[in-house]
């Protein structure tokens, strides 16, 4: 059941990803729906980690992270 939970909000973070990168506006329900979900776990990651030439790196160690915990698992 984690492992799926896990899975899922994976494909989450990759949405979120793609989202950025098409600019929809914020008020969509769907882009709010997803932030919901994402920026809790990604805002405080990128106070310690900041952009690298723009590119924001937290998904990448969240999806990191998640593979990690789901091979001790």
């Excluded at 929809?24 to 997803?34: A, E, G, H, K």
């Excluded at 690298?52 to 969240?62: A, C, K, R, S």
């Amino acid at each position: 059941m984690l492992h799926w939970l896990l899975d899922l909000y994976s494909l989450i973070l990759f949405v979120a990803v793609i989202l950025s990168w098409v600019n929809l506006p914020d008020d969509n329900p769907f882009v709010r729906v997803v932030r919901q979900l994402t920026e809790p776990v990604l805002t405080p990651l990128r106070k310690v980690i900041p952009p690298l030439g723009g590119l924001d790196l937290t998904p990448i160690i969240v999806l990191l992270g998640i593979r990690l915990l789901q091979r001790l698992l």
